[in-house]
């Protein structure tokens, strides 16, 4: 168990909806970081918010957006939903601004969108 | 452009041999790298990591060589064991002030044949 949550566990919608996915980082630490990966593809680095501003923007679809909240939860927010957003998202976390060290990933929220 | 790559999508081998899983990146100014495995349907796990300035970590029967003339990095595992068998993510950071983001590879999926 690396600590950092996400709900839901699974998520099925149709296209042109709204979702909002949600990570609770470990205690303690400050930055949140969103992947997407989508069937044989590797980890694409979304975005990082490091306590509650945004830090670094990876390949995020401006249809996609995040925050990160005061307690530190973070919430992805995908709009206009395609078929092709279906994918396992991710969030990890990690103590400090510069955390591409190491990083603690969530059990991720499997996305299907039909 | 893919910055590390992992060229081998899949890797076979006989439970109790060596797994050899490797990585190749094309950014010189990369200076700190990190391997991390993955089972289905969970997130990544931290592995193990390797600085820039040494040319091997080890940790138990995880050893990482780097080869920066080269470009070059891979994870040994000896010996190999059923539970190995998971999908391996090379993964590599750079200084850039406070901006640090990890760049991942597109994993290589490792079956430890018993």
């Known amino acids: 168990d690396s600590g950092v949550t996400q709900t839901p566990k699974h998520l099925i919608t149709a296209t042109g909806q709204r979702v909002t996915l949600r990570c609770s980082p470990r205690?303690?630490?400050?930055?949140v970081y969103w992947y997407q990966q989508s069937l044989d593809q590797g980890l694409q680095f979304l975005i990082q918010y490091y306590n509650g501003e945004e830090r670094a923007k990876g390949n995020i679809l401006e249809r996609f957006s995040a925050q990160q909240f005061p307690d530190l939860h973070s919430e992805l927010n995908l709009s206009s939903l395609e078929l092709g957003d279906s994918a396992l998202y991710f969030c990890?976390?990690?103590?400090?601004?510069?955390?591409?060290?190491?990083?603690?990933f969530g059990p991720g929220t499997r996305l299907t969108v039909t | 452009d893919q910055q590390v790559k992992q060229n081998s999508p899949s890797l076979s081998v006989q439970e109790g041999r060596i797994s050899i899983l490797n990585c190749d990146y094309t950014n010189s100014m990369f200076d700190y790298f990190l391997w991390y495995k993955k089972y289905p349907a969970e997130g990544p796990t931290f592995l193990i990591s390797i600085s820039s300035i040494k040319d091997k970590n080890e940790d138990g029967r995880f050893t990482v060589f780097l080869n920066k003339s080269a470009k070059h990095l891979s994870l040994h595992i000896v010996p190999s064991q059923p539970g190995d068998s998971a999908v391996y993510f090379c993964a590599a950071s750079r200084d850039a002030g406070n901006n640090r983001k990890l760049i991942w590879g597109l994993g290589t999926s490792l079956a430890v044949n018993p």
């Open positions: 205690s303690g630490d400050l930055s």
């Open positions: 990890a976390s990690s103590k400090g601004l510069a955390g591409a060290y190491e990083q603690y």
